[in-house]
């Protein structure tokens, strides 16, 4: 059984940093691309960053360019985000995902096959 487990959130000031972990089990984590979505209230899910199963390739939606990084250890099974200069608008619940790999991170919702919990990231002006 796939086990995806997010830890991190928290709440912290703009222009703070946080660092979010997913921890994989139950799948060979190294064959899969890996994508942290985000959702806020009233909101769609949308995907913050992704990466490819060696770390090579990565995504990022525009308005985290340059403040956030994806990031993945195949040993240890896990991928991380590091935030840095956090935006209120960057309050959501975060989730990370895995799916098949492809030539480029997938960046469809329905790309990726397994979820974690998602953990709350709060944002306080």
């Known amino acids: 059984q796939v086990h995806l487990v997010e830890s991190g959130g928290g709440l912290v000031q703009a222009g703070g940093s946080l660092r979010l972990s997913c921890a994989a089990s139950?799948?060979?984590?190294?064959?899969?691309?890996m994508g942290w979505f985000r959702q806020a209230p009233g909101k769609e899910r949308e995907l913050v960053a992704a990466?490819?199963?060696?770390?090579?390739?990565?995504y990022y939606v525009d308005s985290v360019k340059g403040r956030f990084t994806i990031s993945r250890d195949n040993a240890e099974n896990t991928v991380y985000l590091q935030m840095n200069s956090l935006k209120p608008e960057d309050t959501a619940v975060y989730y990370c995902?895995?799916?098949?790999?492809?030539?480029?991170?997938?960046?469809?919702?329905?790309?990726?096959?397994?979820w974690g919990q998602g953990t709350q990231v709060t944002v306080s002006s």
């Open positions: 995902a895995a799916g098949p790999d492809r030539s480029s991170p997938p960046r469809g919702l329905y790309d990726y096959n397994y």
């Open positions: 139950g799948l060979t984590f190294s064959s899969n691309a």
């Open positions: 990466i490819n199963w060696g770390g090579g390739r990565t």
